[in-house]
């Protein structure tokens, strides 16, 4: 069986795990939407398609000429993840205390979680940190090495200026951004995400055109929507500062550029989470070695593409003329 952790948290019975579950979509768009299959073990092997084979005409009493679709196997590993939430007993029984001290705990350490999830979502390299899953960023680039270009939209604008300068400016960033749209498989993302600086402009943007569309996430907030995708603000790392897409990408060769990635999820057929068992929630309850409460969440998880035309971005975008 395999859901979403919004579907999750509609059939949850256990209070401590869906409070947890709540406060982690509260905090991450991203763990909102992705469906997660359970595998079992720490890596699995997806087929990712290569090429599709020919066909041709032939002439009478004469054969076909025989030919195949090529595939590519992979190996989609499972990262170790999760934390453990501590409370003193002294301060957990304090009677002064405005909150109870372990859901205070509790709702930080959960906003950590999610903000570092988030972050590894875009930015995860396995290269450079063998701990982490592979995310979208270093998918991509591995989908143009594979000669899928048409995943990497280059807004080519060498003003640095920014979108919303003039009605010229706003249309070549739709351009592109409808070109990004089209890249996706079915010609129709779920999500394009970015960060809060970039989707601010691209809402005026909309607006200003009359091309904005509106939704509603599960806690009823207003969710701005282009051509069937919502625009999601990726938000910023722990330290609640660093933004997770920059505005300081040269990749378009400018400056204080930043990027809008886009997904269409689907287990089996386009890029969906992977996990070794479902999220746990474990009450330790006081600890032998020190007088503390500890909760556990433990979720071993990953991600696996296997349809290169489910992921794409579009790059070299400014959204104003400011650093």
């Known amino acids: 069986m395999s859901m979403t952790l919004a579907e999750l948290s509609k059939i949850e019975t256990d209070v401590l795990r869906k409070s947890v579950i709540d406060n982690l979509i509260l905090e991450s768009n991203v763990l909102e939407m992705v469906p997660w299959e359970t595998?079992?073990?720490?890596?699995?092997?997806?087929v990712m398609i290569k090429d599709l084979p020919s066909v041709g005409f032939r002439k009478v009493n004469e054969g076909y000429a025989e030919s195949t679709g090529h595939f590519e196997q992979k190996t989609e590993n499972i990262s170790l993840f999760g934390g453990d939430i501590?409370?003193?007993?002294?301060?957990?029984?304090?009677?002064?205390?405005?909150?109870?001290?372990?859901?205070?705990?509790?709702?930080?350490?959960?906003?950590?979680?999610?903000?570092?999830?988030?972050?590894?979502?875009?930015?995860?390299?396995?290269?450079?940190?063998?701990?982490?899953y592979k995310g979208l960023s270093k998918r991509i680039d591995n989908i143009n090495t594979d000669g899928y270009t048409d995943q990497y939209v280059d807004l080519a604008d060498t003003t640095n200026s920014g979108i919303l300068r003039d009605q010229a400016a706003r249309f070549a960033f739709l351009d592109k951004l409808n070109t990004l749209i089209y890249a996706i498989k079915g010609h129709n993302p779920q999500y394009l995400l970015m960060n809060k600086k970039l989707l601010l402009a691209t809402r005026s943007l909309l607006m200003r055109e009359k091309l904005l569309d509106?939704?509603?996430?599960?806690?009823?907030?207003?969710?701005?929507?282009?051509?069937?995708?919502?625009?999601?603000?990726?938000?910023?790392?722990?330290?609640?500062?660093?933004?997770?897409?920059?505005?300081?990408?040269?990749?378009?060769?400018?400056?204080?550029?930043?990027s809008i990635y886009a997904v269409k999820f689907g287990i089996g057929d386009s890029t969906w989470g992977i996990q070794q068992y479902p999220l746990e929630v474990r009450d330790l309850g006081e600890l032998e070695s020190k007088p503390v409460y500890r909760t556990r969440l433990d979720w071993n998880l990953g991600l696996a593409t296997v349809d290169p035309r489910s992921l794409g971005r579009l790059y070299g975008i400014r959204a104003d003329a400011t650093a």
């Not at 595998?39 to 092997?45: K, N, Q, R, Y």
């Not at 705990?105 to 701990?131: C, V």
């Open 39 to 46: 595998i079992g073990t720490l890596a699995t092997s997806v």
């Open 86 to 132: 501590d409370t003193d007993i002294a301060i957990a029984r304090a009677k002064n205390t405005i909150a109870d001290a372990r859901a205070i705990q509790q709702t930080l350490k959960l906003k950590a979680i999610a903000y570092n999830f988030n972050d590894k979502f875009i930015n995860g390299n396995p290269q450079s940190d063998p701990e982490e």
């Open 214 to 258: 509106n939704a509603r996430d599960m806690f009823e907030r207003n969710i701005d929507v282009y051509m069937g995708a919502r625009l999601i603000d990726i938000g910023v790392k722990s330290d609640q500062t660093t933004e997770i897409i920059t505005n300081t990408e040269t990749l378009g060769g400018g400056s204080y550029e930043t």
